[in-house]
């Protein structure tokens, strides 16, 4: 008999809140996070505009002394952790930590940490070289980091598939704990870069919206005027369970995950493949391993980053899979609200979209003020929507044409 796998505790950090409650309550209020860089000068600089979170201070969970070994995505994946942990009511006692695991992934790492040494071996040398640099920036550092935290002694990995990273992540969780290799598992994703390089670089692909002057209404999902996607940073962090562990330790379960898929375009760099094609294969994957149908989804959180060509495709996805439902089917992007955290979006919208079938509520795409005919299905256009519905499905896309999808359902004791 498969095992089933719950969620018991979910951590957000991102541009609307640092911990899970706040993010929650700004989402569905339809707030934007998106504002003016303020973590370096943007002179010369296209893009101007991030999702940065605010006022986050690292001192609430990491020493003086060990911060300097640490990039800023591994400062918020451990607040993302600390977050999940609270809510899941663990304490390391309640388990075996043979059998927890960690897996936060990151597209990127330690940008960051990687400009400022880089900077330093310009200036002076190979000699004024952190000790700590490396383990300060790569990707693997932050399930390090957190294993080391909690003791967390099971499966301990890091996937660094771009902007599907976070939801490889806690798929990969998923299945592990589905077959027996640990019973509870600390997965998502964090990434922190809204730094010169990072949003040079992105900036540099054209891929960035320049609507530098209102920051709040730039990132606009499946709008007309979309002109690029925005960087967010933050991490999503889900404690995943056997439910036997959980219901052992009398956990409460905020939702249960039942579908994992994946698949790859085989098809560009950076471009999704043509029609969507595959979006649509990773969608239906994901029904597939939770032995579901198109008529069973009642919300979609979408990859939706604003940008002209992805958003259609997305649509035109969609529309494959839903066939004759597709425009009843709620769709909805809170990367409108986050901005786009690259490798952390699908950790943040794994945990965004358990909340929405918690408490029966779908999350609104702001920013909708011009209907694109190519994007014409009901992407809950700019405030919240009471909803009753049982599974939810969270789509990840990410550059190299690797793609993610989670499915969700409805917590109800059963």
């Known amino acids: 008999m498969t095992r089933r796998v719950v969620v018991t505790g979910?951590?957000?950090?991102?541009?609307?809140g640092t911990g899970t409650d706040e993010s929650w309550k700004n989402l569905l209020a339809g707030v934007s996070g998106i504002?003016?860089?303020?973590?370096?000068?943007?002179t010369g600089f296209d893009c101007r505009i991030a999702g940065e979170i605010k006022n986050f201070d690292p001192y609430r969970w990491i020493e003086k002394k060990e911060l300097k070994k640490m990039a800023r995505f591994i400062q918020v994946a451990l607040a993302g952790a600390d977050f999940a942990v609270q809510m899941a009511a663990w304490k390391p006692e309640q388990s075996d930590l043979d059998e927890v695991g960690v897996y936060i992934s990151s597209g990127i790492g330690g940008f960051d940490i990687i400009e400022r040494e880089h900077g330093k071996l310009l200036n002076g040398g190979?000699?004024?070289i952190s000790p700590f640099f490396i383990p300060s920036a790569i990707v693997n550092l932050a399930s390090g980091q957190v294993s080391i935290r909690y003791g967390a002694r099971g499966p301990n990995s890091a996937t660094a598939t771009a902007c599907s990273a976070s939801a490889h992540a806690i798929g990969d969780s998923f299945k592990i704990i589905e077959r027996g290799a640990a019973e509870m598992m600390i997965c998502g994703g964090a990434e922190a870069t809204v730094t010169p390089m990072g949003i040079g670089g992105f900036a540099a692909m054209k891929a960035l919206s320049t609507r530098n002057e209102n920051p709040a209404v730039a990132s606009r999902p499946f709008d007309a005027q979309r002109d690029g996607f925005v960087v967010g940073e933050g991490?999503?962090?889900?404690?995943?369970?056997?439910?036997e562990h959980a219901q052992k330790r009398g956990a409460p379960v905020i939702g249960e995950i039942v579908g994992y898929g994946m698949s790859g375009d085989a098809y560009h760099i950076t471009q999704p493949a043509e029609n969507g094609d595959g979006a649509y294969r990773v969608m239906k994957a994901a029904m597939k391993d939770a032995k579901l149908t198109p008529e069973d989804i009642g919300y979609v959180n979408a990859h939706g980053t604003s940008t002209p060509l992805g958003d259609?495709?997305?649509?035109?996805?969609?529309?494959r899979v839903f066939v004759e439902r597709a425009k009843k089917v709620p769709v909805?992007?809170?990367k409108s609200m986050t901005g786009h955290l690259l490798g952390g979006a699908g950790g943040l919208e794994a945990g965004i979209s358990v909340l929405a079938l918690r408490d029966q509520i779908l999350p609104p795409t702001i920013n909708q003020e011009?209907?694109?005919p190519e994007c014409d299905l009901d992407y809950v256009p700019n405030h919240a929507r009471k909803a009753s519905f049982d599974y939810a499905l969270s789509n990840s896309f990410g550059f190299g044409g690797t793609n993610a999808a989670l499915i969700f359902k409805r917590w109800t004791g059963k």
Do not use: M, Y
């Open 235 to 243: 991490a999503g962090i889900l404690i995943l369970e056997s439910l």
């Open 312 to 319: 259609v495709l997305e649509t035109k996805a969609l529309k």
């Open 10 to 16: 979910i951590g957000l950090v991102c541009a609307l």
């Open 126 to 128: 190979p000699n004024r």
């Open 35 to 42: 504002a003016c860089i303020t973590s370096f000068d943007t």
């Open 370 to 372: 011009t209907p694109d």
């Open 332 to 334: 909805s992007s809170t």
